[in-house]
């Protein structure tokens, strides 16, 4: 059965689960919605939440227009954004909303105001609504972009770049690409030739690293390649960051914020499975999926530690200090809004400012583990200075940056100067995640925090 098939026919089981759900995400009982594991409940919660904001909008605006106030509804506010998103994103006929939304029983007053809200939809215009907002509230309606990722962004990207920075953010087959890294050359080559006519590019800039169309997918996905773990599926920009870490046999590293470990596995990978690996993380269920994913490699050369990174206990195990850290930090992960759009609506100052503050700590308790001369590798998916450059600023008495190859971005000036061992990766440049890297060098033992 094709992908619409399948949604097709899920969907009239799938309504009310998804209404359930809705409610309770837009009732704030629930942060992160989880579903049941079919496509449509899936595909559609996932968009109606991405385009929050634009689909409550027009609601309110139709209600008003029908002169209801909130008050006054006898619809529940779940079935009104499942009607939006249905008529504006999927042109969905009043019949057929109709028989998809009769398993809910809805009573005669109800379905008759329901059918008036489902026609008035039909008379939105944009021209109107937005008369008399300003071009932020205008471009974060639009565009389904939060207000305060605009602000923030403001001082070091223009309106157009914000905008199409986030638009391609939004698309789900964002990168028109997926990329994946093979394990070795040959299989590499083995890669080639079998898959010659899916006319896949070769990343210029990371060797065994692979971009092929998003059509191609399953097919790749039902491949031996993937059935033998001979590939794994990742964001360029977080393949980026191991790969400039440059992980060696040998070496004893730090993976301080590892969980779910794909870049745990990815050190391995590059050490040949000889880098001593310590891997942390403070949350219990998302470090239980590290050793399913080195099994796969397979890798036994590392250590799991569930605990706090700004304290690790790790002074136990062989020796005190790292050669190498990664320190993919906790953020708002405002530059992965493609595959988590529930991120969208968490963006606010108390936000940023809980996740700045644990980067900060984490970063000082990097610096205590670290070998002075050893590399701090430091990444966050987040398009705000104040989760890259901010942080680096503050630190260039401690560590010196290390030079980043230029097919990265270079990262924001900062008081009108660029940081030379910091970039960015950027949606609209790189087909990534919005995303920041920082290579530094520890100078000496001897600073005190
Ligand atoms: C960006 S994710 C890491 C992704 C991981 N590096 C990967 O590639 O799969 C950040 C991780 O930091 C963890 N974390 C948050 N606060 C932490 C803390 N105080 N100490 C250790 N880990 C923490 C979260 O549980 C989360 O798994």
Request: glycine fraction near 4%; charged fraction near 25%; include cysteine.
């Amino acid at each position: 059965m094709n992908a619409s098939k399948k949604l097709e026919s899920e969907s009239s089981q799938g309504i009310p689960i998804l209404l359930e759900i809705i409610q309770k995400y837009l009732d704030h009982q629930i942060l992160l919605p989880t579903y049941k594991n079919d496509t449509y409940t899936k595909h559609y919660l996932m968009e109606i939440i991405r385009y929050k904001n634009k689909i409550q909008f027009i609601l309110n605006k139709t209600l008003r227009s029908m002169k209801i106030d909130k008050t006054q509804r006898i619809i529940h506010e779940n079935l009104l954004f499942y009607a939006v998103y249905a008529f504006f994103w999927e042109k969905k006929s009043w019949d057929k909303i109709k028989n998809e939304s009769f398993p809910l029983s809805l009573k005669k007053d109800q379905i008759h105001l329901f059918k008036q809200f489902y026609e008035r939809l039909s008379n939105f215009k944009w021209e109107y609504a937005l008369k008399g907002k300003t071009k932020i509230e205008k471009l974060s309606i639009q565009d389904a972009i939060p207000t305060f990722f605009i602000q923030k962004l403001l001082p070091v990207m223009n309106l157009n770049e914000i905008q199409s920075n986030s638009e391609k953010m939004d698309v789900q087959a964002r990168i028109g690409n997926f990329t994946i890294r093979l394990q070795s050359e040959d299989e590499l080559i083995d890669f080639e030739n079998k898959f010659r006519h899916l006319n896949f590019i070769k990343d210029e800039d990371i060797p065994k690293t692979i971009h092929i169309p998003l059509k191609h997918k399953a097919k790749i996905i039902a491949s031996k390649f993937y059935q033998e773990n001979k590939f794994i599926i990742q964001d360029k920009s977080s393949i980026a960051s191991v790969y400039l870490m440059n992980p060696q046999e040998n070496e004893k590293i730090c993976d301080l914020c590892a969980a779910p470990g794909m870049k745990t596995r990815l050190i391995a990978q590059i050490s040949k499975n000889r880098a001593n690996i310590v891997a942390v993380d403070f949350n219990l269920t998302r470090l239980k999926q590290i050793r399913p994913m080195m099994q796969k490699i397979p890798s036994e050369n590392y250590h799991l530690i569930h605990g706090d990174g700004i304290h690790p206990p790790i002074r136990e195990i062989d020796g005190v200090q790292f050669d190498k850290i990664l320190l993919d930090a906790p953020c708002t992960g405002s530059g992965t809004f493609s595959t988590h759009p529930e991120l969208k609506w968490r963006q606010n100052l108390k936000f940023l400012n809980q996740n700045v503050f644990l980067q900060e700590k984490l970063i000082e308790r990097a610096y205590y583990i670290l070998k002075p001369g050893g590399i701090l590798l430091y990444s966050t998916c987040s398009f705000y200075p104040e989760e890259g450059e901010l942080h680096i600023n503050k630190i260039l008495d401690k560590f010196e940056i290390e030079k980043l190859p230029s097919w990265i971005s270079p990262c924001y000036k900062i008081n009108n100067s660029s940081l030379l061992g910091a970039g960015r990766f950027f949606p609209t440049i790189h087909n990534t995640n919005g995303f920041f890297i920082a290579k530094l060098k520890k100078k000496s033992n001897n600073y005190i925090y």
